[in-house]
């Protein structure tokens, strides 16, 4: 590997980690909380996380199934809009990165400051009994605002939770939410699973993480137990306009919650992404002017593994597990039909996280997590076989002194700490921590 | 001698029992000489009372052809007497005598798709009965205070249904009483302890088996609320206390 | 000007003493519920601890039903019809007569299948365990479970096959008692006392239009209806009719009432085959007088 590319790798690495904190996104509406007259804590383990109750909500097409849930029965004043601001102080600092005056040419560098991590605009609900709708806009620093989420719904079909149909941007079927993730720090925030990819590997397709453009069926069990799901994605970043190929991807999950006596619901799920994404494109004027739709040169992908919720009173365990592949051309980034280095292969990787919870109650939550990715096949012959491992620890609490069905202000603590191997300039393993203390507030 | 003994023995055992009988009914038989009685009147100009729109029932109308219904929230009888005003004694029972229970069954009628009486008047855990006389369909719903003891329930009773016996648990001035179907008919349930009367149209009432004693008497009345008078009910003298209630 | 501020000074002290008191009486009310607390519920092999459940309560609950149980949640002003009080110990859902208290298994129901045509959701994503705790912590807020037993609940005999006399024999029924007093004479919610009906805390009410096909406030099958009819919905103008329907007839208004729901049911198959038609054949009722 030439430093220069592990140099483009690690600079890939911080600014994925900071656009992870940019792009988040929540899915908690306080708007909802209006219509029903529910608490946060009603929907939510702890906001933003969704509890059992909230799931089968969100499965029901944001519908309590109660005959109510037509906008009709809504005071004319009802407009179901929130926002989420994220106010906070923040400091990151990487042990190694590429500096001029550095003798070595890196140093550590640390910064810190105010900070705002953006501003949500939510606005989600029925437009008539089983039709839903839901949409996301994020901002950015600039407060340009994006779409995260733009979606249209049709719930219960010829009357069967079974047939659920969902069109536009909308988050994956992941019961482990990223989105409604209960951490916010700059390193710390994402789950590295959901984004994953090898040192050197140029595939910014297979992000389970990230919102996708397509079509889901959804189906579950009147109680919501059992829910499986099947969606058709367009293989591309998630945004607007057509992408760059003409190509699909799959996106599968299924789970079913049993309960366990007095330790609660427990639940556990499977999933897998399988597609294809071009690796190549037709240009214009010049290898930096791409055709827009003028990718070509398709290769696989695949994603797949376990989840799981299991709930011991007041703590509780959410697992990821992950067995992840990415064609050769893409872990060498090598554009087909192009030659592949000697010997390449496809890049193989498993990883798992367990975050934990303590809930002290609706309003006081403790949380860790911890992530390890292992590759476990390089793409290239005789690379280091840890090169680009990442280990990942995070914990906090979130304190919410505000919760009732109005708003939602959480008082937020966070440290991280994450390192992946090799990814330093000089090719040494890099490391990375965050601090965070800030407020996040939706109403 | 000995038999002696035994007739002499005899004779005082029965002396005891009677005495001792005597003394059981001791109360009852006093109670039965002393009452109390007066009248209770309205101070002013009767309130008009609206006549009722029973079109939403053909039987209702039908039934007051001839006689356009009212309601019944101040009934003023000749003189100025108020009607369907219940008295009870409010101070000055013995415990025994106030937890000592009416032995007939009131009887709350559905008629004319009207509540006959309008007043019904009972002791605690006295029975009294519901019935209907109406050709058409009636329900029950007594609204007691639940935190207060007594327990609100809600029956139907169309026509030639049995009557509906039932009893209060605990004192309440008073239990309203509604009929859904109808929403007009409006009575009430006063459970009281102890002996109780209420006032006739000419607006008199006798309290009967009130032992002599000295007595707070108070008077109800739906729309006035309550009024309370001493009384001095002495052996053979009966108590009067006359009450005037004025219009709003 | 002293006067005014004398006033003022009154005025702000008699504020603050009833609002003192009314925060001593909650306290007190508290105090006494929570003496209730070991109360338990009993529902086939589970056993609810109303101790467990008030983590839960808070979580899911407390927002309508309110800290003390009384309805006077933070949103119960937004919502209509209002949160049950359950201090009172006045259920809509019992499969005892009216006026009693319900079983412990009706409570456990309810939370789980929630009540349609109000803000109350079906709870079933909580694990039956949490319901069952749910359900004696909805017993620890009144007395009354200390005093009292639940009543007897009534007897469902086994259903009977439908068939067109039953029918026939049900719509009579719908007749003779009056159903349609408040139902409407199809069923559909509008009969000619439908306009005035209001809760036990004088607050309108609709009678069921079985045109729309909803879920029942408490349950869907067909022994669910006849329990709705029979022990009536306690807080609501809906009477029970235990005492002039006798089981038999019962189970021919059932059949007969399925007929007016929209959904398909071997009852409205029947009604369609032999013509019945829901309506007046004997005592046409009077047409609702225009509002």
Same mark, same amino acid.
């Given at each position: ?443 | ?86 008295? %009870? ?9 106030? $937890?000592?229970? /009416?032995? =007939? @069954?009131?009887?709350?009628? &559905? ?93 008199? %009432? ?9 007595? $707070?008497?108070? /008077?109800? =009345? @739906?729309?006035?609320?309550? &009024? ?21 | ?291």
């Amino acid at each position: 590997m030439t430093s220069a590319r592990k140099r483009f790798a690690s600079g890939v690495l911080l600014a994925s980690l900071f656009l992870l904190f940019a792009a988040r996104d929540a899915n908690a509406l306080p708007a909802f909380a209006r219509k029903y007259g529910l608490r946060c804590s009603a929907c939510h383990e702890a906001w933003p996380m969704l509890n059992y109750f909230g799931q089968k909500f969100k499965d029901n097409g944001y519908q309590l199934m109660n005959d109510r849930d037509a906008p009709i029965w809504q005071n004319n004043g009802y407009w179901p809009v929130t926002i989420r601001i994220t106010p906070s102080w923040h400091r990151e600092s990487t042990d190694k990165v590429a500096v001029d005056q550095a003798a070595s040419g890196q140093q550590r560098v640390t910064s810190h400051g105010f900070d705002v991590g953006g501003l949500d605009l939510l606005s989600g609900g029925t437009l008539d009994k089983n039709l839903s709708f839901l949409f996301v806009l994020s901002s950015d620093e600039n407060a340009a605002f994006h779409f995260e989420s733009v979606n249209a719904r049709f719930d219960n079909l010829f009357g069967s939770p079974w047939l659920n149909l969902k069109v536009g941007k909308f988050e994956l079927d992941n019961i482990v939410s990223e989105k409604r993730g209960l951490t916010l720090s700059s390193s710390g925030g994402g789950f590295q699973l959901y984004h994953f990819v090898p040192l050197g590997d140029n595939n910014f397709v297979g992000q389970i993480g990230d919102n996708q453009f397509g079509l889901e069926w959804l189906g579950h069990s009147a109680n919501d137990r059992t829910r499986i799901s099947a969606a058709l994605i367009n293989s591309s970043d998630g945004n607007v306009d057509l992408p760059g190929s003409n190509s699909y991807t799959g996106f599968f999950a299924g789970s079913q919650a049993f309960e366990l006596g007095k330790l609660g619901t427990q639940r556990v799920g499977f999933y897998a992404m399988v597609g294809q994404a071009p690796t190549n494109t037709l240009t214009s004027g010049g290898p930096d002017f791409p055709i827009a739709g003028g990718g070509f040169g398709n290769k696989n992908f695949s994603r797949e593994g376990f989840n799981g919720i299991f709930y011991l009173g007041k703590l509780d365990f959410q697992v990821v597990t992950q067995h992840g592949s990415d064609d050769a051309y893409f872990a060498t980034s090598t554009a087909a039909p192009g030659a592949l280095p000697a010997g390449a292969r496809s890049a193989v990787w498993n990883g798992a996280f367990v975050e934990t919870h303590y809930v002290y109650s609706p309003q006081l939550i403790f949380i860790q997590r911890s992530e390890w990715l292992r590759m476990s096949q390089q793409a290239i012959p005789g690379t280091p076989s840890n090169l680009g491992d990442i280990d990942n620890y995070v914990f906090g609490y979130r304190y919410m002194p505000i919760m009732n069905s109005r708003a939602g202000f959480a008082i937020h603590n966070e440290y991280s700490w994450i390192r992946q191997r090799g990814g330093a300039p000089d090719g040494t393993d890099l490391t990375s921590n965050s601090l965070f203390l800030g407020f996040d507030f939706d109403f | 001698m000995k038999a002696r003994y035994k007739v002499a023995g005899m004779i005082s055992m029965l002396l005891v029992l009677a005495m001792g009988l005597l003394w059981s009914t001791r109360s009852v038989s006093a109670a039965a000489e002393g009452k109390i009685t007066g009248t209770v009147k309205l101070d002013g100009a009767a309130p008009h009372m609206k006549g009722i729109d029973m079109s939403k029932d053909p039987f209702c109308v039908k039934q007051h052809e001839n006689s356009p219904a009212h309601l019944e929230n101040v009934v003023v009888g000749p003189g100025g007497g108020l009607q369907n005003v219940v008295l %009870y004694i409010s101070q000055g029972l013995s415990g025994a005598e106030a $937890t000592q229970v /009416a032995s =007939q @069954e009131p009887v709350f009628d &559905q008629k004319n798709c009207m509540y006959t009486p309008h007043v019904l008047a009972m002791n605690v855990n006295q029975k009294f009965k519901v019935m209907t006389s109406d050709q058409t369909t009636h329900n029950i719903h007594p609204l007691p205070n639940a935190l207060a003891g007594n327990i609100p329930w809600n029956k139907s009773q169309p026509p030639g249904a049995p009557p509906i016996e039932a009893s209060w648990k605990t004192e309440e001035v008073a239990i309203s009483v509604k009929c859904n179907i109808h929403p007009w008919m409006h009575g009430y349930f006063v459970v009281v302890k102890g002996p109780y009367a209420t006032t006739d149209e000419k607006g008199s %009432y006798t309290i009967e088996n009130v032992p002599p004693g000295n007595y $707070t008497v108070t /008077a109800w =009345q @739906e729309e006035y609320g309550t &009024q309370t008078a001493k009384v001095t009910v002495a052996a053979g003298k009966p108590g009067t206390a006359d009450f005037a209630f004025k219009a709003k | 000007m002293r006067r005014m501020m004398l006033n003022g000074s009154l005025v702000l002290t008699a504020v603050v003493t009833v609002a003192l008191c009314s925060f001593s009486w909650a306290q007190a009310t508290k105090a006494e519920e929570d003496r209730r607390l070991g109360m338990e519920s009993h529902i086939g092999k589970l056993t609810g601890h109303a101790a467990a459940a008030q983590g839960t309560y808070r979580r899911y609950c407390v927002g309508c039903h309110g800290v003390l149980g009384d309805g006077e949640g933070e949103n119960a002003q937004w919502l209509d019809p209002k949160p049950r009080n359950f201090t009172l110990g006045i259920f809509k859902c019992r499969s005892t007569t009216t006026g009693t208290l319900p079983l412990d298994s009706d409570l456990f129901d309810t939370i789980g299948r929630g009540l349609d045509s109000s803000n109350m959701p079906s709870w079933n994503p909580l694990s039956s365990q949490e319901r069952a705790d749910l359900a004696a912590y909805v017993k620890h807020f009144s007395a009354r479970w200390v005093t009292e037993k639940p009543g007897t609940p009534i007897e469902i005999p086994k259903k009977p096959e439908v068939t067109a006399e039953r029918l026939k024999a049900g719509q009579e029924v719908f007749q003779r008692v009056e159903c349609w007093k408040c139902h409407g004479p199809t069923g559909m919610g509008n009969g000619p006392s439908a306009a005035t009906l209001t809760d036990d805390q004088n607050r309108p009410i609709l009678p069921y239009n079985f045109h729309d096909g909803n879920r029942f406030k408490c349950g869907t099958t067909d022994e669910d209806l006849y329990r709705i009819f029979m022990t009536g919905l306690d807080g609501t103008p809906m009477p029970s009719w235990s005492d002039n329907i006798k089981p038999d007839e019962a189970w021919d208004l059932v059949f007969y009432l399925r007929t007016l729901q929209p959904m398909k049911s071997k009852a409205k198959e029947i009604a369609r085959q032999i013509g019945l038609k829901p309506g007046a054949p004997s005592a046409a009722p009077a047409s609702a007088p225009q509002q």
